[in-house]
T-cell receptor, first 114, second 109 residues
Framework: TAGITQAPTSQILAAGRSMTLRCTQD?????MYWYRQDLGLGLRLIHY???????GKGEVPDGYSVSRANTDDFPLTLASAVPSQTSVYFC?????????????FGPGTRLTVL | GQSLEQPSEVTAVEGAIVQINCTYQ??????LSWYQQHDGGAPTFLSY????GLEETGRFSSFLSRSDSYGYLLLQELQMKDSASYFC??????????FGQGTELSVKP
């Protein structure tokens, strides 16, 4: 199985443009998460969803929006990109959103905002 | 707020034992997780501790003391492939993870 996939792999985006990062999982996991990782730092939670139809804010939600129309997909949208959103973005999923659940991460999207 | 502290880098030789410490300050603590990341790739799960004590999984062990807000990851019989970044993460309700800034482990021959 593919597990969890992200697209695009990398992108250069002009400031002020919008962009949607895609994330799809085929493990039928209920919970999904978006993190950003800046150079030399840990991952910071942007938004999460414990089940289709629900979303919540993480540590750094400003400037980002998400939707969860179905179990498999969890797109992340930047409505008007700014240079500080240059980062590597990781999507993750887990079985049910329990604290003890293993989170499975996608390969990441490297985004540069100029 | 939430904060975690772990050393930025550790160096050890093949075959040795290394311990990576993690201290945290948080509210709503459910447990402490550890993840490994090679060369900026996808992080992978190593361990989770909800209760005090030691959890062992092969060459890796993880310890938690809730009263001290402290945990560590112990790697035994180090191999070159263990060179990577290691992150502790506090697990909150809903599976939300708050990550430390990571410890870069370099294993030398």
């Amino acid at each position: 199985t593919a597990g969890i996939t992200q697209a695009p792999t990398s992108q250069i985006l002009a400031a002020g443009r919008s962009m949607t990062l895609r994330c799809t999982q085929d493990m039928r996991h209920n919970a999904m998460y978006w993190y950003r990782q800046d150079l030399g730092l840990g991952l910071r939670l942007i938004h999460y969803s414990n089940t289709a139809g629900t979303t919540g804010k993480g540590e750094v939600p400003d400037g980002y929006s998400v939707s969860r129309a179905n179990t498999d997909d969890f797109p992340l949208t930047l409505a008007s990109a700014v240079p500080s959103q240059t980062s590597v973005y990781f999507c993750a999923s887990s079985t049910s959103g329990r604290a003890s659940d293993t989170q499975y991460f996608g390969p990441g999207t490297r985004l540069t905002v100029l | 707020g939430q904060s975690l502290e772990q050393p930025s880098e550790v160096t050890a030789v093949e075959g040795a034992i290394v311990q990576i410490n993690c201290t945290y300050q948080t509210s709503g603590f459910y447990g402490l997780s550890w993840y490994q990341q090679h060369d900026g790739g996808a992080p992978t799960f190593l361990s989770y501790n909800a209760l005090d004590g030691l959890e062992e999984t092969g060459r890796f062990s993880s310890f938690l003391s809730r009263s001290d807000s402290y945990g560590y990851l112990l790697l035994q019989e180090l191999q070159m492939k263990d060179s990577a970044s290691y992150f502790c993460a506090v697990a909150l309700q809903g599976g939300k993870l708050i990550f430390g800034q990571g410890t870069e482990l370099s294993v030398k021959p």
